[in-house]
């Protein structure tokens, strides 16, 4: 049987690698002097802890942005790993064989080649060392700042990476922002939460890095989000019907077949119309 490349790789920065999943998620890898960050473990489909030993000889610890299947699966294979436990409902939801079975195959057409054995173990988040708004995390060399950005999950964080003044929104803001979720905040509370990020970390950053598709947004991501919040709030969204594993939703910007708005702007958000208020 062919063997399946469950991981490949490229360099944002010297100190930054782009790793790519099995179904397309991203995960970084930050290399300070004598210590390395990676930011995400995916689907866990393949041994990434091996897969990471052989990009680095620094010991590593994980900072998970959010637990979504597609993000915190592979954390089992680490030791030292950190995330909000604001989020401890959410990984248990998903941190579940089947779902992320059901997961990998609705994104990877080679699907049936994965075998059993390259899932990475189900392991509780109760080893799992607290992530809070401000935690830094010095690697000699780089500085990791984190803060809330809640609203995609209760628990998403967003990263600054203060030297290499570059912000790491992933999931919390990115060209199809999913607010539609059970677990997900509302639109007003999520508009906060970036009003709230954005004070926090703007004039530190001059580039976004983002959890899905290429990696890269503009560094104006989170005021076009917050701006859309208000074209949301204010009835001037274009609202385009999106349905996503039984859940009704809408997308604010149209867009087309790759997703990209129709309107040349960036940044757009996938929402509830029954939480808009919340």
Do not use: W
Request: net charge negative; with cysteine; charged share 30%.
């Amino acid at each position: 049987m062919e063997q399946l490349e469950f991981f490949r790789t490229e360099k944002v920065s010297e100190r930054i690698t782009r790793i790519f999943g099995l179904t397309g998620e991203l995960m970084y890898l930050v290399e300070g002097n004598n210590k390395s960050v990676l930011i995400d473990t995916g689907t866990g489909v393949g041994d990434l802890s091996e897969y990471v030993k052989k990009l680095t000889s620094n010991p590593i610890t994980v900072i998970l942005t959010h637990v979504h299947v597609d993000h915190a699966s592979g954390a089992a294979s680490f030791e030292d790993v950190y995330m909000n436990h604001v989020d401890d409902e959410v990984y248990k939801e998903h941190n579940n064989l089947d779902l992320r079975k059901d997961y990998v195959k609705s994104q990877f057409k080679d699907f049936n080649k994965i075998k059993d054995s390259d899932y990475v173990k189900v392991k509780t988040s109760k080893g799992f060392k607290q992530l809070t708004d401000g935690t830094s995390f010095n690697l000699s060399g780089v500085t990791l700042e984190v803060y809330n950005a809640a609203g995609h999950t209760p628990g998403q964080m967003a990263i600054l990476f203060k030297e290499e003044r570059i912000l790491m929104t992933g999931d919390a803001a990115n060209q199809a922002t999913f607010l539609f979720d059970k677990n997900s905040l509302g639109l007003s509370s999520y508009e906060k939460s970036m009003r709230d990020l954005l004070l926090k970390t703007e004039g530190k950053f001059d580039r976004i890095l983002l959890s899905h598709g290429t990696g890269d947004a503009p560094k104006e991501l989170i005021n076009n989000i917050i701006q859309l919040c208000a074209e949301i709030r204010e009835g001037n969204s274009d609202d385009i019907p999106f349905d996503f594993m039984a859940q009704r939703a809408y997308i604010a910007k149209k867009v087309n077949e790759q997703f990209d708005r129709i309107d040349g702007g960036f940044g757009n958000i996938i929402y509830s119309k029954e939480k808009v208020k919340k």
